[in-house]
């Protein structure tokens, strides 16, 4: 779907007018919104539109884009990436701008552009919108829709931190993975952004007041604070990804070393079974008659001896684990 909506000089707006009244230039400023197209629409963006085939071919490729920023001497051409509700997805808004048009490339629905496109069309209070208005207040609700994921990258890292449920540690550390992979995929479109953002704000071809420039100096602010939450909740995955390895590595010495022990002690005693259990007809001891209370009397022997020797020396330590709740600081 196509979407038009032209704004005159006289504070008029007309909506729904065609790409060739919009190219005609009887309009101050115009918003064409091209919503989910398919292949016949996709084509009007080359037709009614001189823009460069590479930022064309930007948009029509469905696969994974950095977002990004070029400047091509006449607009300037946009990349950034929302969400999806559901997904840590990216959904590419490709956005062409200068001072008297604004042209949107989506496949997918976006909410942020819905929400503006319907305040548009009231018609009302059209005076405080400009091309460079609506770029700010479409990148400010996409940042925007940052945060409810960032913040619930936070609550589950706690989750698994504390161990609140009783699901294994396995389990613990696969949500742990399934997370920093999450993490992964915002970082991938905040920094990109970030420094998008960086160079608007550097950029001469776009008509900025000051007050402007305050506003989109104010959603380079919110990404900074984006990726430095994300870079601290990467230390803080790593360090429960270390804390469960050296944990799960003590325990597996200790066990190889519970096992190595009980192995050693049992070696004489093999030795001595095994001695005995040939099948040579003359064996002196054999003939004994208390022989056999002998032999296990040694054998006893050697074992207690060698079990009393490897606790005095440390191999062999037995802890008792309680479970103790841990308190949590805050520093005011």
Not at 35 to 62: N, V, W
Not at 83 to 91: G, H, N, P, V
Not at 172 to 183: A, E, P, Q, S, T
Not at 205 to 219: H, P, R, T
Request: glycine share 4%; aromatic share 12%.
């Amino acid at each position: 779907m196509i979407r038009t909506i032209g704004f005159k000089k006289d504070g008029t707006c007309q909506q729904n007018a065609s790409l060739e009244d919009i190219k005609r230039g009887e309009f101050d400023w115009y918003w064409v919104d091209f919503d989910q197209p398919d292949k016949e629409e996709e084509g009007e963006l080359a037709a009614a539109f001189d823009f460069h085939p590479l930022a064309i071919e930007d948009c029509m490729e469905r696969g994974y884009q950095r977002p990004k920023l070029d400047d091509y001497h006449e607009y300037i051409f946009f990349l950034v990436h929302s969400l999806s509700k559901d997904t840590y997805d990216a959904q590419e808004l490709n956005l062409f701008v200068n001072d008297s048009m604004l042209v949107t490339f989506h496949h997918e629905k976006l909410e942020g552009i819905e929400q503006l496109w319907k305040k548009l069309q009231q018609c009302t209070d059209v005076e405080e919108f400009d091309p460079v208005s609506l770029v700010h207040a479409v990148v400010d609700n996409i940042v925007d829709e940052y945060f409810p994921y960032v913040y619930g990258i936070e609550d589950h890292l706690n989750h698994i931190e504390e161990r609140t449920d009783e699901n294994s540690s396995h389990d613990l550390m696969d949500r742990l993975f399934d997370v920093r992979h999450d993490m992964q995929k915002l970082r991938r479109s905040l920094l990109p952004m970030r420094d998008l953002l960086y160079r608007l704000l550097s950029t001469s071809k776009i008509s900025m007041d000051k007050e402007q420039q305050l506003y989109f100096q104010d959603i380079y602010d919110h990404v900074i604070k984006l990726v430095e939450m994300l870079e601290s909740y990467r230390e803080f995955s790593s360090d429960i990804r270390d804390n469960y390895i050296s944990v799960s590595s003590d325990k597996m010495n200790n066990i190889m070393m519970t096992l190595t022990v009980i192995t050693t002690i049992f070696m004489p005693l093999t030795f001595i079974a095994g001695l005995y259990g040939m099948n040579f007809v003359h064996i002196p001891e054999l003939e004994y008659q208390n022989g056999y209370f002998v032999v296990l009397g040694i054998m006893a022997a050697i074992a207690i001896i060698m079990f009393f020797v490897f606790r005095k020396i440390g191999w062999l330590r037995f802890s008792k684990s309680k479970k103790k709740k841990r308190r949590r600081i805050f520093l005011k």
